[in-house]
């Protein structure tokens, strides 16, 4: 600020006037004082911001973790979010459901971050600051939120054509509500009968990537289905999962996410159907 | 002065036809026209690159805009930022550099005028091989798509699984052969400033600008060196089965971030140097006093060499490096802020108790001093990790280095433009649409990149080729957009000026701005071999020595 309106005072004050008498002004060379002191006083505030820079980058990269806290491995894909919580066996995808965390009983999340294929960053910004999910150097971070409610964010590290969709959404719960979460999300897929879509599902390219536990389908590639239904989104974020959405996800994934990796199905409208509905059952 | 003249015939007269005069062009080894043909190369690339941000700009105009695809997009990114760092501001620098610096130094040539010309056609296809890639990244059989990692194309998205064709491998070949060219030139700065200086011409009687260009030479060898041999490794892992970036083999993503910023944060400086050096040659000579603590300018200089080559990992504070690591690089990061002040408080000494003059040259260094003191703000944001652990990778970082890039660096340059101009064609530009230029682009510069800061800190990270409404982003984003059709005129604007004055300009004379350094000394455009006669120099300012022979410099350095 004093830099700014120096530099304004003496823009205004020093310019040529109109009557000027043609004379070169005093040539000053320099001055060993003036120098010094503007050598030397950046030189404190310097000192002063890093002394305090330092303190917080200690503060919040030595950290004691707590015995309570929540541990999650997070793992980044091309272009979708992979969650373990190993303490309570759960997996899922794209909603990273935490519990709320307060002064008194911190319950701080921890969460290892690994990468699939390329870099990814982990960004909340309302929860924390970033950090990068890189191939082959295991990194981790911890978020502590006080107040219950939906947190967005998105990857900050470029990787690759849908970067731009793969979206974050943390729901942070009270601790009945998560453990609710983390119960239901720990059982097997409980489908009664099985249907003509399920069947679909089983004999096509869709287990090559997908997992619903108990079932035959285990791969690895793709986001786990088991309780699909439980999600608010589809495709990482990129649309609301409605059975349309789903639907045009599964007959045509460029529509809404172009460049993902996810293939078009090539399905006849009757089995798309067939396929939406046992989607649809997976809770 | 020297006694010793040099006479022989002038080469600019001797042709006729357009092809031999291509011919010389094509084979000259005049310092002098190597610069301006580095000057139209850059200029050439800017309107291209200039494009592509536009396109990029009208593409985030709104929430889901479907302006192009996000592969395009993805190629228009990195190709805005690699031509603009590579072909657009090195080059202009280095041509302004080759132009002016034996001029200044009171030499015939650069010390290498072969080099010199080998250099500049290797800077030449390297952009050419970037822009090939439109045709033949996918093979000559099929249409090409241009490299889409990222103008620092972070591994492993380079790998042969991820970037499949060969739009990677012309990104690796372009910077390579221009990486050669520039450390060639880079050479020649270093051998010329210390070896062709005039009789008197001590390093302490050195005009700031060759000082200033030396310390830049120096940091080129030391930073596209690593680039250089990063790009090596790179090609060795696509084709050779090496395993230095390849993370499903054992390599490490990480070692490619080190190789590329210890280039890229000195190549920040390596930029700016230049530019603080126009601005040390044009602030005297518009405020009528000399620099300010020419010794310490000198110092500062050096010591931000030294210090540049030390705060890479301010780029990396969100890879997750040890607390110590990202401890020490916060204090170097900072430190830097220190030369780079005195900088800013010697101008603003210089023109303090002046007589400034509002020439269009002196309006955009005016802009460029509170636009890097901004920047140099933000800057110290980010280098606090903290900061950066919630800035990094989002918007406020785009914004920031483009208000050091566009802010400092073309704004020096467009004064630099304006400033040499008349000596480099022998005609005036226009001071009606200078001023013109300066306001739209000033407009346009504030409307973009002031406003980007803000998405960036309400969590829009870069690299994006649409986003989600309902995030706070919107209206930010459509008012950047609109900055850049003010900038975009203010350019139409300044080329324009160009070409009108080159062939209607009024003759400028050999000394439009009673300046002090030796290139106003000699013809406007110089002879080909600069000086009739080897000047003899007893100041830093000679000129204003033989304009004021009562009361000249040398009596007080």
Not at chain 2, 31 to 46: D, E, P, S, T
Request: aromatic content about 14%; overall charge neutral.
């Amino acid at each position: 600020m004093v830099v700014f309106a120096l530099l304004l005072y003496s823009v205004v004050k020093f310019r040529k006037r109109k009557n000027d008498d043609g004379r070169e002004p005093p040539q000053v060379y320099g001055s060993n004082q003036v120098e010094l002191a503007w050598t030397i006083i950046p030189i404190l505030i310097v000192v002063a911001l890093f002394m305090a820079t330092a303190r917080v980058i200690a503060s919040v990269q030595k950290a004691a973790r707590p015995d309570n806290a929540i541990e999650v491995v997070a793992i980044g894909h091309q272009f979708w979010w992979e969650y373990r919580y190993p303490e309570l066996g759960v997996v899922t995808a794209n909603e990273l459901h935490v519990p709320v965390s307060d002064a008194n009983h911190p319950t701080p999340t921890f969460i290892k971050l690994l990468s699939a294929d390329t870099d990814h960053s982990f960004w909340i910004p309302r929860l924390g600051g970033k950090t990068d999910l890189i191939p082959n150097h295991p990194n981790s971070m911890w978020i502590d939120p006080h107040e219950a409610g939906i947190y967005l964010g998105q990857c900050a590290q470029y990787c690759g054509t849908q970067h731009a969709k793969m979206l974050l959404r943390v729901y942070v719960q009270s601790r009945a509500d998560f453990n609710r979460w983390a119960q239901e999300q720990r059982q097997p897929a409980t489908v009664s009968a099985a249907s003509q879509g399920q069947q679909i599902f089983e004999t096509t390219a869709c287990i090559n990537c997908h997992t619903v536990a108990g079932k035959v389908a285990t791969g690895h590639f793709g986001p786990d289905l088991t309780h699909l239904m439980s999600r608010d989104t589809i495709a990482a974020g990129a649309a609301t999962n409605t059975p349309e959405n789903l639907r045009q996800w599964i007959l045509n994934p460029d529509a809404i996410k172009p460049g993902s990796l996810m293939p078009a199905m090539q399905l006849s409208d009757q089995d798309l159907d067939a396929l939406t509905a046992y989607l649809e059952t997976l809770r | 002065m020297s006694t010793e003249t040099i006479a022989w015939p002038s080469t600019t007269e001797s042709s006729s036809s357009f092809v031999e005069k291509l011919h010389e062009w094509v084979t000259t080894v005049d310092h002098k026209r190597l610069g301006i043909l580095y000057i139209a190369y850059a200029l050439v690339f800017l309107l291209i690159g200039g494009i592509e941000a536009t396109i990029i700009r009208i593409q985030l105009i709104r929430p889901h805009n479907d302006f192009v695809s996000p592969q395009v997009f993805n190629r228009l990114f990195t190709m805005h930022g690699t031509t603009m760092i590579f072909f657009v501001v090195m080059p202009v620098l280095f041509g302004f550099a080759n132009y002016l610096i034996p001029l200044m130094i009171g030499a015939r040539d650069m010390a290498f005028p072969r080099l010199n010309a080998f250099s500049f056609w290797m800077t030449a296809f390297g952009g050419l091989l970037l822009y090939f890639s439109l045709v033949g990244a996918n093979g000559l059989y099929g249409a090409g798509n241009a490299p889409d990692v990222g103008w620092f194309a972070y591994a492993p998205l380079t790998s042969q699984t991820f970037s499949v064709g060969h739009s990677t491998d012309f990104w690796i070949l372009a910077l390579l052969v221009s990486g050669f060219g520039s450390i060639g030139t880079a050479i020649n700065i270093i051998a010329t400033t210390l070896c062709m200086r005039c009789p008197g011409m001590t390093l302490a009687k050195l005009p700031l600008f060759a000082w200033l260009n030396l310390v830049m030479a120096g940091l080129v060898i030391l930073a596209v060196s690593p680039l250089t041999a990063a790009q090596i490794m790179l090609l060795v892992d696509r084709y050779l089965g090496g395993h230095f970036f390849d993370t499903q083999a054992g390599g490490s993503a990480v070692i490619w971030m080190h190789f590329f910023w210890v280039f890229g944060h000195p190549e920040v400086y390596i930029l700016v140097l230049p530019a603080f050096a126009f601005a040390s040659e044009i602030i005297p000579v518009f405020s009528r006093k000399p620099i300010f603590g020419y010794p310490v300018m000198v110092g500062a200089t050096i010591a931000i060499g030294f210090i540049s080559m030390s705060v890479w990992a301010h780029h990396m504070f969100t890879v997750g490096m040890s607390a110590a690591a990202n401890t020490f690089f916060v204090i170097s990061t900072m430190a830097i802020a220190v030369p780079t002040g005195i900088k800013i408080f010697n101008w603003l000494a210089t023109m303090w108790g002046g007589k400034i003059e509002f020439k269009t040259p002196m309006l955009f260094c005016i802009a460029f001093l509170f636009q890097f003191l901004i920047a140099g703000l933000t800057g110290i944001m980010q280098g606090a990790a903290p900061f950066d652990w919630h800035l990094g990778n989002s918007y406020f970082v785009v914004a920031h280095f483009h208000y050091v890039i566009v802010g400092g660096i073309l704004f020096c340059l467009f004064g630099a433009f304006y400033y040499w101009f008349p000596k480099m064609t022998g005609k005036m530009y226009s001071e009606t649409l200078g001023r013109l230029h300066f306001w739209l682009f000033i407009i346009g510069f504030h409307l973009t990149f002031d406003f980007m800061h803000i998405p960036g800190l309400l969590g829009m990270p870069r690299r994006i080729y649409t986003y989600e409404p309902g995030r706070g982003w919107d209206t930010w984003n459509l008012i950047v957009t609109i900055g850049v059709f003010f900038q975009a005129a203010g350019i139409l604007v300044f080329l324009g000026n160009l070409i009108w004055s080159y062939f209607r300009g009024k003759p400028a004379g050999d000394d439009p701005w009673d300046a002090w350094t030796l290139e106003w000394s000699t013809n406007s455009p110089p002879p080909a071999y600069n000086f009739y006669t080897v000047p003899t120099v007893q100041s830093r300012r000679p000129l204003w020595d033989l304009k004021h022979p009562d009361d000249p410099d040398w009596k007080y350095e």
